[in-house]
């Protein structure tokens, strides 16, 4: 047995799919946000009342060394994630963290 869901237009531009096999079907189980912060629907972005751009506030800390380099980044929602080195290379953040740290390039970073 398929069944077929009535989704709002911006799952489906998505590319989420409205139909799916019986089998699939689980229990719902609400969200707990403690457990599992930033699953809110109004905080992925394009959804509802989300902001309607993000950006990086702040690069609070980093870990690794390389090409492995992580950074944690702040954004202007309050979610707070690890981006590697390519995705904050070029933000002006990224210059003032390695500024705080005192240090002029990535690599020097302790």
Same mark, same amino acid.
């Given at each position: ?7 709002? !237009? ?56 390389? !090409? ?15 981006? !590697? ?21 990535? !690599?020097?970073?302790?």
């Amino acid at each position: 047995t398929t069944f077929r869901l009535d989704l709002p !237009r911006d799952l489906l531009a998505r590319g989420v799919h409205n139909s799916f096999h019986a089998s699939l079907i689980r229990p719902h189980v609400p969200n707990e946000d403690k457990r599992f912060p930033g699953r809110q629907l109004g905080q992925l972005p394009g959804f509802k009342d989300a902001p309607d751009e993000w950006f990086v506030t702040e690069i609070t800390n980093h870990y690794g060394k390389g !090409r492995d380099l992580l950074f944690e980044v702040k954004w202007n929602t309050g979610e707070v994630t690890w981006e !590697r080195i390519r995705e904050v290379k070029h933000l002006s953040v990224f210059d003032a963290y390695l500024q705080a740290m005192g240090v002029e390039k990535p !690599r020097d970073l302790p």
